[in-house]
C-alpha cells in the first residue's frame, strides 16, 4: 500500500481550518499502518473538535455496562492513535462525558482538559499524550445523552421490559463514545457491552457472543463485538431490549422483539434477492452479514445504515411490503455512505443522493421499472414542493453542496442529479463508472469536488458537448433544478390523479376506489388533494376512507397535514394518539410545522401535544420540534 504522509502541515498544528485526512483504502488496516491523506482543501469538517492532521484515533475498543436504572452507559474506552511526528496532544470530541481519568497503556495518567462546550458541537477533550500511542478512558454519558434513547417498557411491543438504543448521525455519538467524532476519520472498533440479565444487546459489527451472550457471575450477560473494517465513527451502533432473531438466509435475518418478529420477517422476506440485486449492480457487498433490527415507534428514522445492522422503523411493516424502498434505501448505504462515505456532513448528498438513486435500481431490479417509478415519482413531487418552499430557482437551500440546508434537497435533487447522468450517458456507461467509483473509493471519504474531478477524469475526457450537455457544476453547486433532469412518471400514479381530479371536480368520497391501495398511492392521492377543503368534506373523506384510524402511518401522517391546514378539529384526537405513540422524524415534524402555521389555533395544539410526546421522542426528535415551535425551523 502507498501512503502519501503529509508533513507540510503539520507546522499549522492547531489551526482551526484543517483539512480533514482521510484513511486509505483498505478493508482493516493495522493502525500503524494508517497514515492521514490529504483528499482535498475543501473538506474541512466544522463539526468536529478533532485535529486530525496532528493526531488521530485509528481504533477503538469499548468495555461499557448498560445502567437502566442511572440511565447511563459507561466504562472503558481504548484509543489506539496515529500521531504526526511531534504531535503533543490529540483532541476528542465530548458530549457532556463525565471522564474520571484518562491513562497510557501502563497506567500512567495523562493530563487533560474538557474545553468550554459548544451548544451543537459540545466540548473539546484536549489529552497530553506524553508520547503515547494508546490511551484509556474511564467516562461515563450523561443523563440525556443526545444519542441514546431509554424506552419505559410500555413504549415497547412487550410492555414488560426496558429497551435502549443509539442513534450516531449526524454527530451524537460524542454524546457516549470519547472519539473523534467526524466521517472523514474511520476507525475501526470493537465492544463489549454487559446488560441486565433478561436483555439482550446487538450493535453494527460483527458478533462474537452467541445470542444470549456470555453470563456473568453477578448475574448479567455480556455480549462482545467487532468491526474490522474502518468506519466512520457515527456508524458505531447498539440496542439493548428483548430483541429475538429469526433468519432470512445465509447472510441475513432480522431482530426484533417477540411481537414484531413474524411480520417484521414477512415484510423484509427479498432482503437476500436485495443483496443480490445491489452487488450485481455496483460491486460486491464488503460487510459479511446483512441484519435488520426492528425498533419500537419511537425510532426517529424511517431506517439508519448502521454496518451489518440496519436500524428500521416499524412503521415500515404495513403487511403489503409497500415500504421495502426503505430498507433498499439503508443497504444501498452499504456502498454510497459506508463504504464511499461524504467527508463533512456539507457533502450529505454523496451519502443521501447517491443512496436514494442506488435504492431505486435495486427496487426496479426486484420489482420492474414501475414499481421504481412510484418512488421516483413521488419524490419528484417532494423535490418540486421542497425547492418550491427553499425559494424556488434561486433559493440558496435549494443547492446539494455547502451548508446543510433542507435534507430533502440531498435526496430528491441528489439522485436526480445522478438519474440524468444515467440517461445522458446511458445505462452501460454510468453503471461502469459508478460501480468502479466504489471501487476505488472504497473505505475513504469523498468531497462534491473529489466526486466531479473523477467523473471528468473518468467519463467526460474533456468531450466539450458532453460538458456542456451534462450541467455538472449547475447541478452540484447551483440553485434550483437544472433543465436537463428526468422526470420519470408513474402509470399507477397517473390512475390516482384521475380520481384526485374526480373529486376536486365535486365528486363523492364514497367513490374514490382505495381498493388494494399501497402505501404510495395514498400518498399520492393525499397530498394531491386541494389544500384548502371545508369541514363537510373532510368529514366525507374520513367516513368513507377511515383516515383518522389508519395505521398506515404515511397515509395517517399525510391525512393529518391536511387536516391541520384545515385546522379541522374532528382529527384532533386522531393526532393526540399519533404524535405521542411515533417518533419518525419525517411523520411527526411535519405534522408541528403545520400547526405553527396556523395562528393561535395551531400554536396552543402543538405546546399541548408536546408537553404531553416529548418524553416519548428521541432528543434529536424532541430538539428539532421544540425548534420548530420556539419558531426557529
Ligand atoms: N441516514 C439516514 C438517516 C439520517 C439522516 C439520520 C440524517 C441522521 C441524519 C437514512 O439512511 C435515511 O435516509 N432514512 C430515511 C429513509 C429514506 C428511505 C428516505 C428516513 O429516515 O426516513
Ligand atoms: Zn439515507
Redesign the pocket.
Known amino acids: 500500500m502507498r501512503h502519501k504522509i503529509i508533513t507540510l502541515l503539520l507546522s499549522s498544528t492547531l489551526s482551526l481550518s484543517a483539512p480533514v485526512l482521510a484513511a486509505p483504502s483498505s478493508e482493516s488496516p493495522a493502525p500503524e499502518e494508517i497514515a492521514p491523506v490529504l483528499i482535498g482543501a475543501d473538506a474541512i469538517d466544522i463539526w468536529t473538535h478533532a485535529q486530525p492532521h496532528v493526531a488521530r484515533v485509528t481504533h477503538i475498543s469499548l468495555d461499557l455496562d448498560v445502567d437502566f436504572t442511572a440511565q447511563n452507559v459507561g466504562g472503558k474506552a481504548v484509543l489506539d492513535l496515529w500521531t504526526a511526528p511531534g504531535a503533543q496532544q490529540i483532541i476528542l470530541d465530548s458530549e457532556n462525558l463525565a471522564i474520571s481519568s484518562i491513562t497510557d497503556d501502563k497506567g500512567r495518567a495523562l493530563p487533560f482538559a474538557i474545553g468550554a462546550s459548544d451548544p451543537r458541537l459540545g466540548a473539546p477533550v484536549t489529552v497530553t499524550l506524553n508520547g503515547a500511542k494508546r490511551i484509556i478512558i474511564h467516562y461515563r454519558s450523561a443523563a440525556g445523552a443526545s444519542a441514546l434513547q431509554w424506552l419505559p417498557p410500555a413504549m415497547t411491543a412487550g410492555k414488560s421490559k426496558p429497551y435502549l438504543f443509539s ?1 450516531g ?2 454527530i451524537h455519538n460524542r454524546s457516549w463514545v470519547p472519539t473523534q467524532d467526524s466521517p472523514g476519520i474511520r476507525q475501526t472498533w470493537d465492544a463489549k457491552l454487559t446488560v441486565p440479565a433478561d436483555l439482550v444487546a446487538v450493535m453494527s459489527a460483527e458478533k462474537l457472543s452467541g445470542d444470549k451472550g456470555e453470563r456473568l457471575k453477578d448475574g448479567r450477560r455480556r455480549f462482545a463485538f467487532k468491526m474490522d473494517k474502518a468506519v466512520p465513527p457515527y456508524l458505531i451502533a447498539f440496542a439493548v431490549g428483548d430483541l429475538h432473531f429469526q433468519s432470512l438466509g445465509p447472510r441475513s435475518g432480522v431482530w426484533a422483539e417477540a411481537e414484531m418478529l413474524q411480520a417484521s420477517a414477512y415484510e423484509f422476506a427479498d432482503i437476500e434477492a436485495m443483496i443480490d440485486a445491489a452487488s450485481a449492480l455496483y460491486g460486491p457487498y464488503r460487510w459479511g452479514r446483512y441484519d435488520m433490527l426492528v425498533l419500537p415507534p419511537a425510532f426517529p ?5 448502521n454496518p451489518m445492522l440496519t436500524f428500521l422503523t416499524p412503521t415500515l411493516i404495513t403487511g403489503d411490503r409497500s415500504n421495502t ?2 430498507v433498499a ?2 443497504l444501498a ?1 452499504s456502498w454510497s ?1 459506508n463504504l464511499v462515505t461524504n467527508a463533512t456532513w456539507s457533502d450529505g448528498w454523496l ?2 443522493g447517491f ?2 438513486y442506488f ?1 431505486n435500481r435495486i427496487m426496479e431490479a426486484l420489482y420492474g421499472k414501475e414499481r421504481a417509478a412510484l418512488y421516483t415519482d413521488l419524490d419528484w413531487d417532494d423535490m418540486s414542493r421542497v425547492i418550491a418552499a427553499n425559494g424556488g430557482q434561486t433559493g440558496p437551500k435549494t443547492r446539494l453542496n455547502g451548508t446543510p440546508g433542507d ?1 430533502l434537497v440531498d ?1 430528491t435533487k441528489g439522485s436526480n442529479f445522478l438519474r440524468m447522468l444515467e440517461v445522458k450517458l446511458g445505462r452501460a456507461r454510468w453503471d461502469a463508472y459508478l460501480k468502479s467509483y466504489f471501487d476505488r473509493y472504497a473505505f475513504q471519504p469523498q468531497t462534491t469536488a473529489g466526486f466531479l474531478a473523477d467523473l471528468r477524469q473518468q467519463v467526460l475526457q474533456n468531450d466539450p458537448a458532453l460538458e456542456l450537455s451534462l450541467q455538472l457544476d449547475r447541478w452540484a453547486y447551483g440553485a434550483g433544478l437544472p433543465d436537463n433532469a428526468v422526470h420519470v412518471k408513474s402509470s399507477t400514479l397517473a390512475a390516482v390523479d384521475q380520481q384526485l381530479a374526480a373529486f376536486a371536480a365535486g365528486g363523492p368520497a364514497s367513490a374514490v376506489n382505495v381498493k388494494g391501495w399501497n402505501t404510495q398511492q395514498w400518498q399520492r392521492f393525499l397530498n394531491g388533494l386541494p389544500r384548502q377543503l371545508p369541514a363537510a368534506r373532510l368529514a366525507e373523506l374520513d367516513n368513507a376512507l377511515h383516515l383518522s384510524t389508519s395505521n398506515n402511518a404515511y397515509a395517517r401522517s399525510a391525512w393529518l397535514q391536511l387536516a391541520i391546514n384545515n385546522r379541522y378539529d374532528a382529527a384532533l384526537p386522531s393526532l393526540r394518539q399519533f404524535t405521542t405513540s411515533v417518533g ?3 411523520f411527526i415534524k411535519p405534522l408541528f410545522t403545520g400547526l405553527m402555521a396556523q395562528g393561535d389555533w395551531g400554536k396552543a395544539i402543538a405546546a399541548d401535544l408536546f408537553r404531553e410526546a416529548r418524553p416519548t421522542y428521541h432528543p434529536s426528535v424532541a430538539n428539532s420540534v421544540e425548534a420548530i415551535i420556539a419558531g426557529e425551523e
Open positions: 442513534q448521525q449526524a428514522y424511517g431506517g439508519m445504515e424502498d426503505v434505501h439503508e448505504h455512505g451519502n443521501e443512496t436514494t435504492e435534507g435526496y419518525r422524524g419525517l
